[in-house]
């Protein structure tokens, strides 16, 4: 089965397993993980991503996969565990400039994502590469919709993506900052690695 089948499998996959496993899940977000800069068409990676929530003291560990629909479209997947506690979430990543044909590279993200309670993610992320390092930041809003009450937290991520030379791993380092206050038990420190396929 080629990639491209495979990664919306996995995101129903998510989706089944957070509705249907009863258990208690975290506060949890997973930031850009990555620059603004699309996969191209057919490529896909695959990464880890430890998370460390400030506010409570708590982590989580993300598992991720993505996969180029188009050279302006990428499909991202993610699986987050600690414990007993799930989360899981998908979006699209679509690319509004990139370099080299721009100065900086500009994408749009728009998803879902599950875990006590249904949420959205609406963000925009700006980077620019220097040879294998590459700098991100944007502003991120990921409304939660609480059976009462509905809270929108804005996070303003800030990160580095540094491709590893010889090799097809990036690193990543990640700084996830409240912009408000619903965004503050959000807030985190990650990073991690991915892998292209």
């Known amino acids: 089965m080629s990639m491209?089948?495979?990664?919306?499998l996995l995101l129903l996959a998510i989706f089944t397993v957070s509705q249907l496993s009863g258990v208690e899940t975290a506060n949890a977000q997973d930031g850009f993980f990555t620059d603004a800069q699309t996969l191209s068409k057919g490529t896909g990676t695959l990464g880890i991503q430890p998370v460390y929530f400030t506010e409570s003291e708590d982590g989580m560990l993300m598992f991720r996969g993505a996969y180029g629909l188009n050279s302006t479209v990428t499909l991202h997947g993610k699986l987050g565990v600690f414990e007993d506690e799930t989360y899981g979430g998908g979006h699209l990543e679509i690319g509004l400039a990139s370099e080299p044909s721009s100065s900086i590279s500009l994408a749009l993200l728009a998803g879902v994502h599950v875990w006590d309670e249904p949420g959205l993610k609406a963000s925009l992320i700006a980077s620019k590469r220097w040879d294998q390092v590459s700098l991100f930041s944007g502003l991120s809003y990921e409304p939660i919709f609480?059976?009462?009450?509905?809270?929108g937290p804005l996070l303003i991520p800030v990160g580095i993506d540094v491709h590893l030379d010889n090799s097809s791993?990036?690193?990543?380092?990640?700084?996830?900052?409240?912009?408000?206050d619903d965004g503050e038990f959000l807030q985190a420190i990650t990073g991690g690695i991915y892998f292209y396929l």
């Open 4 to 8: 491209l089948k495979k990664l919306p």
């Open 169 to 180: 791993a990036n690193l990543v380092l990640e700084a996830d900052l409240a912009a408000n």
């Open 146 to 151: 609480y059976e009462n009450n509905t809270l």
